[in-house]
């Protein structure tokens, strides 16, 4: 069994400021994880994903996230926010290798700020 | 190179209707996914197809059904419309199944259904 939680509904900052997204995920297997984004009317686009080699997983467009096994999370981090950045975020957990269905969190939106 | 296109991009149909969705892959592609995003459900999984096989299976009732044709395209089915299928429809393609190292899925805009 699989799930992931975006503790984050919402998210909003200013233009030029951090950005911190949160995924915690459960699976009963070695998983691989996902980031996804999603402008308005658009299909979903790869930030990065996470399949069992480095835990510092960097992305698009300035996205990083770290995987940490320990507290079962994958944050996903931007040093500085653009306002081409405001979307909705999706963190995806599959079980790597073998057949698998992916899980997606409920989404976080980023509002950003000017 | 064309991206993953999803055809037609909205569609308005009654209940009890039925209802065929398409979606061409990327050229090379051979993997095709089926999602349904609702506001109240989320992002949801409904198949995965690679040639011309479904190879898994999401939990949607049996209304739902899908196929691939032998060029990688896919369509996927909706029979007997209820209002709560009302919800964007998108379609992912991948070079292989599976969410892998090297299986990235790059998805359509996807089409939007309205039950009437």
């Known amino acids: 069994a699989q799930s992931v939680t975006q503790l984050d509904s919402h998210v909003s900052v200013s233009e030029g400021t951090p950005v911190l997204l949160r995924c915690n995920y459960s699976s009963s297997y070695s998983p691989s994880l996902f980031w996804y984004v999603q402008h308005p009317n658009k299909g979903l686009q790869l930030l990065l994903k996470y399949t069992s080699a480095a835990t510092l997983v960097k992305g698009i467009n300035g996205f990083e996230a770290e995987f940490k096994k320990s507290e079962t999370s994958f944050h996903l981090t931007k040093p500085s926010a653009h306002m081409s950045d405001a979307a909705e975020y999706f963190c995806v957990v599959s079980a790597s290798g073998g057949s698998y269905i992916p899980t997606f969190g409920r989404g976080t939106s980023l509002i950003v700020h000017p | ?116």
């Open chain 2, 1 to 116: 190179k064309a991206g993953v296109t999803q055809t037609p991009r909205y569609l308005i149909k009654t209940r009890g209707q039925q209802v065929t969705l398409s979606c061409s892959p990327i050229s090379g592609h051979r993997s095709v996914s089926w999602y349904q995003q609702t506001p109240g459900q989320g992002l949801q999984f409904l198949f995965e197809y690679f040639s011309e096989t479904q190879r898994n299976k999401g939990n949607f009732p049996g209304r739902f059904s899908g196929r691939q044709f032998s060029n990688s395209r896919s369509e996927m089915n909706v029979s007997t419309l209820e209002l709560g299928d009302s919800a964007l429809y998108l379609c992912a393609s991948s070079l292989a199944p599976g969410q892998g190292a090297n299986t990235e899925a790059f998805f359509g805009q996807g089409t939007r259904l309205t039950v009437v």
